[in-house]
């Protein structure tokens, strides 16, 4: 039977990236077939613009996602900062399951939160309120109804202004507040956190109300590597794509 739990998140899948486009078609159809489940944790494409969008590679990466999910793996995705337009003609052609912004699972006995980690970064305010403005209903819609055309255009300017912002950013404000990540462990029961978003993978490991906790950043995945956070034989390792 199958038992392995995988989690990744921070793919970025893109036109412009077309080996991580391979290597994640290679993982889906080699080693997370094999998985009882599969949580990707936000940002699997680097800008999506509507469930809508058929441009390549989207097609390829729907038709790998719908295999999987028919062959038994149950998959589960938590939209990111880069996807969170991402919606339910999306899951339905693919099998997959949307997850709110904070979810919890249970592994052996433990509760473990998931998020993608853009929540967790609660000193970039800027970040914070655009993403406010941004998850509403109104502001949503009116995206929505622009031409598919339009909406192309704006997502490569608003990549090219992601980018440049991020210059002009320290690294701290970037990364997670761990006062925030104390509050969202406590408001949830959780000691240990999994999520991704800053590209910083490592594990870390603290004390909360005096016992054990545990925070894993997931990996960005690279066109010459990426790594895969795997729940094996009760216990968390990291395994190389």
Not at 31 to 44: F, M, N, T
Not at 88 to 104: S, V
Not at 230 to 237: A, E, G, H, L, M
Request: charged fraction near 25%.
């Amino acid at each position: 039977m199958k038992q392995d739990v995988l989690f990744i998140s921070d793919l970025h899948l893109a036109l412009e990236k077309p080996e991580i486009t391979r290597r994640f078609l290679g993982f889906l159809q080699q080693r997370a077939i094999e998985a009882k489940s599969l949580y990707i944790l936000g940002d699997l494409f680097d800008a999506w613009i509507g469930d809508d969008d058929n441009t390549r590679p989207i097609p390829s990466i729907k038709n790998a996602l719908k295999q999987l999910s028919d062959a038994g793996t149950d998959i589960f995705l938590l939209q990111g900062n880069r996807d969170f337009l991402l919606g339910q003609d999306f899951c339905r052609e693919t099998g997959i399951r949307l997850l709110d912004e904070y979810a919890t699972i249970e592994l052996n006995g433990q509760r473990i939160l998931l998020t993608h980690g853009d929540l967790l970064c609660s000193d970039d305010l800027a970040y914070q309120a655009f993403r406010i403005k941004s998850h509403s209903s109104t502001w949503q819609q009116n995206v929505l109804s622009k031409p598919l055309w339009l909406r192309l255009i704006a997502a490569r300017w608003y990549r090219l202004r992601s980018y440049y912002h991020k210059r002009g950013k320290t690294l701290d404000i970037m990364d997670v507040n761990q006062d925030t990540v104390v509050e969202s462990l406590r408001k949830y029961g959780c000691c240990t956190l999994i999520h991704g978003h800053t590209h910083r993978p490592k594990l870390h490991e603290f004390m909360l109300d005096g016992r054990p906790a545990k925070r894993y950043v997931l990996a960005d995945w690279k066109p010459d590597g990426a790594e895969v956070l795997c729940w094996k034989n009760n216990d968390f390792q990291t395994e190389s794509v």
